[in-house]
C-alpha cells in the first residue's frame, strides 16, 4: 500500500450545500461540536447529478469550503468529496476535490473472468474454514464455493474501482486526496462476509481506501428517517465494523480505514446504534448526509415571512405541478405517498409555522409530513431555475437561514450520532 498523506479524522460528517451559499453555517455545526470537545471533520459533497442537475461545477464547493473555513478560523482538516463518481465523470472533479467517492455499483454482479477468479482464490485461501472476527460473538464459515462466488460477483467492481483509483492518482498524486469506494447504491446488502473479501481485494488492486460505504439492510431514503429493523442494523453495523478491523490488520490496508455511512439524512431512528457501535469498538464513522441543507434553506425563507414565505410556497406549487419529472431520478430512494401531499391551494393559505413544522423533520411532531418534505428534498431543480430571484433571498435572509442550517446538522445529527446523546 502506498503511503499515506491525507489523512480522514476519526469522526466525519458529509455535507451537501446544492447553492453554494451554507458552507459558514454548516461549518458552524462542526464549531459547536468542537466547543462540546468533539473533533467531527467537515466534508463537502455534491454528486455529479446534482452539479447537472444545478448546472454548477465542482470548483464552486471547494470555493465556498475555502471561504468558510478562513471565515471561521476552522484549524482542523475539511474535505470536498467528488461524490459517487466513475471513470466517466471524475475528470472536473480532479482539481478542486481531495476526497474521492468511487462508486462501482453499476458494476457489481458482472461476471469476473475465470482466471481472475482463479488466481484470487488462490491467493485467499485464508478465506476458508471458519472466522472469527473480534468483538463479536458469532463466527463465519467461508467454504471454497462462496469464496469464488464471491470474487466473480465483485472482482470487475473492485477492477473499475482500481481505473478510477490510478486515475485520480494520475493528476493529484499519491496520498493527495481520501479514497472511497461506495457500493451503496445496489440492490442488495453485502453480507459482512462479503465485505470482508471486497476489502481483500481492494487492497490487491492497491487502493489505500479510508472510507467504504457498504448497502445496509433497511431503506436510507432521501432526507427523511430509516425504515427497516433497527436491531438487525446495529447487528449488521457491529459486524461491517469488526471485518473493517480484521482487514486492516490481515491486508495492510490504512489503519483509519472507517465505515461511510451513506444515510441520505435523517436516520434518527438508526443514529443511537451507530453511535453504541462506535463506542463499543472504538471505531470512527464517516456519516455522509444529504442535500438536506436546501430544505433548511426553504424552512429559513418560509419562516421570515414576507416574501421568503410567498417564494417557499411558489416552489411547493411548482414542486407539485412538476413532481414526476422531479422525483424520476430519485425513484429508487424515495417513497412519497400522493395521497399525503397537500394541493398548492393548500399550501397558499398556510402560514409559517404551517410551512416549516410540515416541512422541518423533528422525530414524533404531529404536524410533519414525510411526504411533502421528500417532494422538496427532490425539487431543488425549481429553485435552481428562478436563478437570482432565490439567491437574493437566500441572501437577505441570511441569520435565519444559517440559524436552521446549523441547529440541524448540530442537534439533529451530531449530537446523536457524535455525542450519543438525544
Ligand atoms: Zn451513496
Not at 27 to 37: D, H, I, K, P
Not at 201 to 217: H, M, W
Not at 309 to 335: G, N
Request: glycine content about 6%.
Amino acid at each position: 500500500m502506498t503511503s499515506q498523506g491525507l489523512k480522514l479524522d476519526k469522526y466525519s460528517i458529509g455535507t451537501g450545500d446544492r447553492f453554494a451559499h451554507q458552507a459558514k453555517a454548516q461549518l458552524q455545526a462542526c464549531v459547536q461540536a468542537l466547543n462540546s470537545g468533539i473533533d467531527v471533520v467537515p466534508v463537502w459533497n455534491k454528486s455529479n447529478r446534482e452539479h447537472t442537475i444545478i448546472g454548477s461545477e465542482p470548483a464552486s464547493v471547494r470555493e465556498a469550503a475555502d471561504d468558510a473555513v478562513r471565515a471561521l478560523g476552522w484549524k482542523l482538516p475539511y474535505f470536498c468529496d467528488a461524490d459517487h463518481i466513475t471513470l466517466s465523470t471524475v475528470e472536473r472533479f480532479l482539481p478542486p476535490c481531495d476526497f474521492y467517492t468511487i462508486d462501482v455499483a453499476e458494476f457489481i454482479g458482472q461476471p469476473a473472468a475465470t482466471t481472475e477468479v482463479d488466481r484470487f482464490v488462490d491467493r485467499h485461501q485464508e478465506f476458508l474454514g471458519r472466522i472469527q472476527l473480534s468483538g463479536v460473538d458469532e463466527a463465519f464459515e467461508i467454504t471454497p464455493e462462496n469464496l469464488r462466488q464471491t470474487a466473480q460477483k465483485f472482482l470487475v467492481a473492485i477492477k473499475k474501482a482500481g481505473e478510477v483509483y490510478r486515475r485520480i492518482e494520475n493528476a493529484r498524486g499519491p496520498g493527495n486526496f481520501i479514497p472511497e469506494v461506495s457500493m451503496d447504491e445496489t440492490d442488495r446488502a453485502q453480507s459482512p462476509t462479503e465485505l470482508l473479501i471486497i476489502l481483500a481485494a481492494i487492497a490487491d488492486e492497491g487502493i489505500p481506501v479510508q472510507t467504504i460505504a457498504p448497502k445496509f439492510s433497511g431503506r436510507f431514503n432521501k432526507g427523511v428517517d430509516y425504515v427497516g429493523d433497527t436491531v438487525q442494523f446495529e447487528r449488521e453495523m457491529a459486524l461491517d465494523v469488526a471485518a473493517i478491523a480484521h482487514a486492516v490488520r490481515q491486508y495492510g490496508l490504512p489503519q483509519n480505514l472507517k465505515l461511510s455511512i451513506h444515510s441520505g439524512s435523517d436516520k434518527f431512528s438508526i443514529y443511537p446504534a451507530i453511535h453504541a457501535t462506535m463506542q463499543k469498538f472504538n471505531a470512527g464513522v464517516h456519516l455522509k448526509t444529504a442535500g438536506t441543507t436546501w430544505i433548511e434553506e426553504l424552512i429559513g425563507l418560509a419562516e421570515a415571512g414576507g416574501d421568503g414565505l410567498a417564494l417557499a410556497k411558489e416552489i411547493y406549487s411548482e414542486a407539485f405541478a412538476h413532481r414526476d419529472e422531479l422525483c424520476a431520478p430519485y425513484s429508487t430512494v424515495i417513497d412519497i405517498d400522493p395521497a399525503r401531499l397537500p394541493s398548492p391551494n393548500e399550501v397558499q393559505g398556510w402560514s409559517s409555522g404551517q410551512y416549516t413544522s410540515a416541512l422541518r423533520h423533528v422525530k414524533g411532531a404531529a404536524a410533519y409530513n414525510s411526504s411533502l418534505r421528500q417532494l422538496l428534498h427532490v425539487a431543488f431543480k425549481v429553485a435552481a431555475k428562478m436563478g437570482n430571484r432565490f439567491q437574493e433571498l437566500l441572501e437577505s435572509n441570511e441569520a435565519v437561514i444559517a440559524k436552521n442550517v446549523t441547529e440541524n446538522l448540530y442537534d439533529r445529527h451530531i449530537v446523536p450520532v457524535f455525542l450519543g446523546r438525544q
